[in-house]
């Protein structure tokens, strides 16, 4: 059974490097999606209060009989449970929703710069963090000047921001930005997201032929050769195990490099500036 690396965050702790995304499936869904998964040998799972599967999760981890303490779960505060007091009361719906004792990340979903809640927030996490219900924090959709404010008017430096990225929006900027502050960065939407034309790409196709990789295998592959963390997601057991198996390869110097045909641009992707919830 393939496992996925582990990268380590600045708090020590692991993350495996490939994971499985969970929106948009429903509680049932996502039951039978996670029972796939982890028995494909997936040991991390993303979802967020938003996403309204919280408790799917958390029955799939269970039906699994895969020990709780070998999956790493990440969930996000959404946008009305920003706030000193709200965020606690927040994290605690999430824990009883899922049926666990603590989450391995949690995430502010949104930055709602118009709300100005996140460092509020922020330093709930931190005591939620140094209560053990939460063993990392982290954010997404953080642009650098969301982080900027972050790392001056708070303790704890986010151990993850969760960013839509793919070889269609690559965010450049953003990356060096959080790997020169010890943050990791996490793609989600990493095969240019559901409807995505990114997938039919002709170069992939390609590609695909000199590897015997699906070009979703080599968009995978791309993300996880620059550091990345990965969520795909896929509600099909066997695109689940086939997103899995990038392990195996590596992609050379001048095909990574030919990839960049495919990026569209700085103003590519959602401004967290103008949305989020
Ligand atoms: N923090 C945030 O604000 C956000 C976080 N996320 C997180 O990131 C995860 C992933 O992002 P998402 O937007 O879902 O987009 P993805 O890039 O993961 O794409 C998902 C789509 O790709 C399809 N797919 C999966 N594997 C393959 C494959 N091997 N070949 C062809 N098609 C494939 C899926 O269909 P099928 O299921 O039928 O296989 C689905 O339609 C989400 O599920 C969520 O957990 C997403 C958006 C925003
Ligand atoms: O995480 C998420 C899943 O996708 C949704 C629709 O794009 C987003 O709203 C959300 O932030």
Redesign the pocket.
């Known amino acids: 059974m393939t496992l996925s690396p582990l990268i380590t965050l600045n708090d020590g702790h692991g993350i495996p490097q490939l994971g499985l995304g969970t929106?948009?499936l429903d509680d049932e869904q996502v039951t039978a999606a996670v029972v796939h998964a982890l028995e494909a040998g997936y040991r991390h799972i993303d979802t967020?209060v938003?996403?309204g599967n919280e408790e799917g999760v958390g029955n799939g981890i269970r039906a699994s009989g895969v020990n709780r303490s070998k999956i790493f779960v990440t969930t996000?505060l959404d946008g009305e449970f920003q706030g000193q007091d709200r965020a606690v009361a927040g994290l605690e719906g999430s824990l009883t929703r899922l049926g666990l004792d603590y989450v391995d990340l949690l995430l502010i979903?949104?930055p709602l710069p118009g709300r100005d809640d996140f460092v509020s927030t922020w330093k709930t996490f931190e005591r939620l963090q140094a209560q053990g219900k939460v063993r990392s924090i982290g954010v997404s959709?953080f642009k650098p000047a969301h982080l900027e404010r972050l790392l001056a008017e708070t303790d704890v430096v986010p151990a993850v921001n969760q960013i839509q990225l793919s070889p269609a929006i690559t965010r450049e900027a953003e990356r060096e930005f959080n790997a020169g502050h010890g943050i990791v960065t996490e793609s989600?939407s990493p095969l240019g997201g559901s409807g995505a034309s990114l997938l039919t790409a002709p170069l992939l196709a390609q590609l695909g032929e000199k590897y015997d990789k699906t070009p979703a295998q080599l968009v995978l592959r791309w993300h996880i050769e620059k550091g990345l963390v990965v969520i795909p997601k896929s509600g099909n057991p066997e695109r689940m195990r086939e997103n899995l198996d990038i392990f195996d390869f590596s992609l050379d110097r001048q095909d990574l490099a030919e990839l960049a045909i495919l990026d569209e641009g700085p103003g590519a992707g959602n401004d967290s500036d103008a949305t989020?919830?």
């Open positions: 929106w948009p967020a938003k996403y996000k979903h949104w959709n989600y989020g919830h």
